[in-house]
């Protein structure tokens, strides 16, 4: 008759397949010579995190430092302390072309009643934004026109432009008339696109004059324009002097950031660099890991003889030192994530940036380490399932 | 007149040699074993006892000749087949191997988890093994804390609980005094009582002389009914 034995029972084993803890024996028995093993698994993970997690940071700070090299959009708000007409504000774009401003050109939005005018002549009110432009636009080279000319907006009578946008939105066409201040105009040209005032492909836009002749209150007015490369922080700074001497604190003027392309270039080059150090530190994990786990295999060769002689095929020798070594890889990488995250913290709060944490890496570090793991563990793994167990158990 | 029953071995001009080595292993033998054998095989060290536990085992395959386990030929056997046929075949070694740090009911459910079998079953399976061999009431202590008897009888436990076809022993009674060799011998007597085919390897007289047949090897070559 059977006893019951009192052995110890480890809570959760009841649902496993008996292999996997079999496999999962060492670890739970050796759990810190697991974490020394993974060690290498860690410190590679860590240093993952770590050099991607500065990299975001140091993108962020050169972003802000190649903004300040390199923009040389100028942007100019007279919305303060001019009526609309003063001198300053119709000179605006001459005087700046004069100090080196180029392709600058001023706008102002319009609080007036607009318009749909079908053929009969019925009025709908619509919610359209109603924009005032300089004839310096022309010079603008990133605006860019679908149909008619600016001569045609600034010579024709009663002519107005439209956004692309409303032509897709509201279905206005060339030719089509709308009111705007109780004054029928008719769309004589399309602002195709936009790269610095996207606002234009949602717009009614009109000749200054017309705007002003108009009236109402005048709105967000600005003149823009574009410094030579490294210039645009100076010439901003010069702008309220030029065009109101007497009084320059009516004036705000500003470089508008846009660095991209020097962005890229700069972050490709540090990247670079970082992911040659990242690869290295994965393939030293991968080697302390595959050393160590070779030999613990070594050292345990007898119970493997042992596992053959009772039956274990190769297959299941290989696929238990394999889970091994892919669960140590990915203690490893858990703890290297850890430890990375906690340096990126400590890094950030030093260089008193905000954290840049690497969510993709996070994700796919565990499974990465795990993976990194196995593999580090086939040459370990293979020793184990070649083993034979009769000529080892008698000659040992 | 009835069919000789299919034995559990066979070999026909079976002979081994190692890769490097002038001289065979194993020189060309012809032998059978049947269901119920209990054989003792003697001989001096290096006379090939190793090869020939290897090619019994199935744990290596013969050179040239042809072999059959249980009805298969196992020149054509795959390398899984050979696996599957070596479950029925369990070990005893002089060295009692054992899992160090692990209980004694561990070390006896070690073969279940590679054949295979539910873990629902493990421990009935382990405990009537180790009634058998009569350390039931050791089942929870660790290996390393028996004696040296003790942890030979463990070992025959571990080798019955899948309840092989054939046990092959090897010096099973080499480290132990003669009481506890005589309790090994008796616990190898059942289990041949109870069906299993036992080839054993030994230098020990007494051992040798339990066994019905008795082969020697000598030089490679392995001689059939050796006189007691």
Sequence with gaps: ????????????TASRPPLLDEALGPIRAQPWKTLLTGLGVAVAAAAQVLLMGIQGMNESALIEHVRQMTSNEVQTDLSRGFAPGDT??????????????????????LQVEVAAVDTLGTRTPAAWSTVALSPAVETREDIALAGGSWDDLFTTTRAVFIGTGLMRQDGLQLGDTISVAGEPMVVRGVIASSASRPDLLLSVVLPDTVALRLGGVPEAVRTTGFAPPGAANTLASAVPTLLSPEAPHTVQARAVPDAAPLLDAVTADVATGARYVGAIAILLGFLMVALAQYSAVVEHLPAYALKKSVGASGAQLLTEVGIQA??????????????????????????????YVPWGLVIGLPPLAALVGALAGMGAAARAARVDPITFIRRN | M???????????????????????????????????????ITGPSGSGKTTALNLLGLVDRPSTGRAWFAGTDLSRASNRALTRLRRRIAFVFQEFYLLEARTVLENVTLPLIYHGVPRAEHTDAAMAALELVGLADLAA???????????????????????????????????????NADAVLDI?????????????????????????????????????????
Aim: proline fraction near 5%; charged fraction near 20%; include cysteine.
């Design chain 1, 1 to 12: 008759m059977n006893r019951a034995p009192r052995v110890r029972r480890v809570p959760g």
């Design chain 2, 2 to 40: 009835t069919e000789p029953a299919e034995p559990l071995i066979e070999w026909k001009d079976v002979t081994k040699t190692y890769p490097g080595r002038d001289s065979q292993a194993l020189s060309t033998t012809t032998l059978r074993i049947d269901n119920d054998a209990h054989i003792a």
């Design chain 1, 88 to 109: 300053p504000w119709r000179q605006a774009d001459a005087t700046l072309a004069g100090a080196g401003l180029a392709q600058s050109f001023t706008s102002w939005r």
């Design chain 2, 141 to 179: 202590s660790r290996a390393n804390q028996l004696s040296g008897g003790q942890r030979q009888r463990v070992t025959l436990a571990r080798a019955v609980v899948t309840r092989p076809r054939l046990l092959l022993c090897d010096e099973p009674t080499g480290s132990l005094d003669a009481a």
């Design chain 2, 188 to 228: 190898i007597d059942t289990v041949h009582g109870q069906g299993a085919a036992v080839v054993m390897v030994t230098h020990d007289p007494r051992a040798a002389s339990r066994a019905p047949t008795r082969w020697g090897v000598s030089e490679g070559r392995i001689t059939l009914g050796v006189a007691a």
């Design chain 1, 326 to 355: 892919g669960v140590i890889g990915a203690v490893g990488g858990l703890v290297g994530l850890a430890a990375g995250l906690v340096g990126l913290t400590a890094v950030a709060a030093w260089r008193d940036l905000v954290a």
